[in-house]
């Protein structure tokens, strides 16, 4: 539609560069605010708008990268339009949409920061849920915005940070790195699961007549799953899978085979703490 219509409309985002940074902004009132890097969607809504909005990202694959909806809140103008299903409990590799606050619908111009990443892993934390996924690679997306029933389509173009060249490190290695982040994502993602549906069970225990056998077995294997508390206590499986992503998600790098080893055994031990559960 015609941009200056009062019609929805979705520009064309400027060709981005896709860099991490890793700078920390401190709280003093003078310290700097860099801007986190990001995509900047830029959209209009017309007046009187009640539909819902989302926004998704797609490689050229046609691979669904990430989708996001408003943040669930009580309809402003009394509309009781079901929104779309925010898919929490399924598997990381399930199409969802992300709820986030960072998306408005404002009649007018509208803009949106996409931090070039996909979801993160689950957390039983709501605000953490999701968050500080693997970046995705440089190259070419498309940008879709859905009003109701309307779709609008862009194409989006992530250029390769010019400073990679330099450090050595080429598509391949952060084809690679990318394999293994969400390798190592799915194991957190599922591990996390196990844990919270652990506790739920042995809470239910605590309340019913319960194999005494099949409870053993869960706590069992919570403890091999969760940190104990205390000072200096060894890691569990979860803050070892959580740190071994933190370690190969800090730079654009090219891994060493320790990083895939380390993977293997821990995605082992999970294996493991399943088959115990389920025997």
Known sequence: GDSSSGQAYLFEPASTVRYRQN???GDAPDD????????????????????????????ASGERVNGYTLESSAPENGSEEPGPTVEEDMALSTVRFLETSELTARPGMNRFAWDMRYPGAWHK???????NGPLV????????MT??????????ELQVDPRLEQLGVGSDDMREQLALQRQVLEALDGARRL?????????????????????????AALAILNTEGGTYMPPGL?????????MISTADQKLGQDAFERFSELNQQLLQVRSTIES
């Open 23 to 25: 700078v920390r902004t």
């Open 32 to 59: 700097p605010d860099y801007p986190k890097p990001a995509v900047y969607v830029d959209y209009l809504i017309p007046e009187g708008t009640t539909e819902t909005l989302t926004i998704e990202f797609f490689a």
């Open 125 to 131: 934390d709501e605000d953490r849920r999701f968050s």
């Open 137 to 144: 690679l440089p190259g070419q997306y498309r940008v879709r």
């Open 147 to 156: 009003l109701g029933e309307r779709e609008f389509e862009r194409s989006l």
């Open 195 to 219: 844990a919270a549906e652990l506790e739920e069970s042995l809470k239910k225990r605590a309340e019913e007549e319960a194999d005494a056998t099949d409870q053993e077995r869960k706590e």
């Open 238 to 246: 979860i803050a070892q899978l959580a740190y071994l992503y933190s």
